[in-house]
């Protein structure tokens, strides 16, 4: 990987990070179960959530051969550190001995994407059938809310901690309407290094029709306008998003994941 490259997938990875930090911030004020952290620790990043329903926010970033020294002391802030995911960007081949060694066993990647907006080129004609309005009123912000808990249909407390993040004034909500009908949403936010995409779920009536795709392309527009230089998401392997991200344009980087075995 090109170091101008690595510069823009850290930088990726620091929004992404940032809306993290955001996700774990409105769920400790929303009182959900458990205690929620983030960590920063010699080149690290960590979030911690110590109850089991939200088991899939405990992850390590950012290890390298640099920052690997500093992972014991940070696996040691999780009540069980074999439950933790440990993600490693672009591992050396020194890098993945060092892991295997420790006791470590590959997991399922931890894909992020990103696009560059400066050189991006944002097609309208996605957008045509679609009407997008950002949300701005608390009717909205149910209706918007009410979208997402449809399209995941994520159990209660996911739900929650969904409704909790996205209810942040650092997120910017949207709403796909077609026909006068509402059927799609999706929301952004707005970082130092960059805006993250996230939230995005459509009714299943209105799957395949290009209501994402809309809202994606609305979503990059407005972050250029506010000056980001790139957009970031993060998605599961193999996942429709994922695939749509990268027919879009978006490079994928395919983060190599990490678990500890439970006897080490």
Known sequence: MADTDAATVHAAEAAI?????????????????????????????????????????????????ESASALPEALDRFAAPHHATVVATSPSPDLIA????????????????YLRLDSASLHTAIMDRWEIRQVNTGQEAILFADILDAG????????????????RAEVRAFIAFGDSVPLAAAAMSAHRTGAVLGGASTLSM???????????????????????????????????????????????????????????
């Open 152 to 167: 995941y249909a994520a159990s209660n407390d996911v739900s929650s901690l969904i409704r909790a993040e996205h209810a």
């Open 17 to 65: 990070f940032d809306r993290k930090k955001l996700s774990l911030e409105a769920a400790a004020s929303a009182g959900l179960p458990g205690r929620f952290a983030w960590i920063q620790l010699d080149g690290l990043r960590a979030s911690v959530a110590t109850a089991h329903q939200f088991g899939f926010l405990n992850v390590v970033e950012g290890v390298t051969d």
């Open 206 to 264: 209105a799957r395949g029709a290009g209501a994402q795709s809309a809202l994606l392309m609305h979503r990059l527009r407005v972050a250029r306008d506010i000056g980001c230089p790139l957009a970031a998401a993060s998605a599961a392997p193999g996942s429709p998003s994922i695939r749509n991200l990268a027919r879009l344009g978006f490079t994928v980087v395919d983060r190599t994941a990490w678990r500890l075995t439970r006897s080490s």
């Open 98 to 113: 060092r892991l295997r060694s420790g006791g470590f066993e590959p997991a399922a990647t931890r894909p992020i994407a």
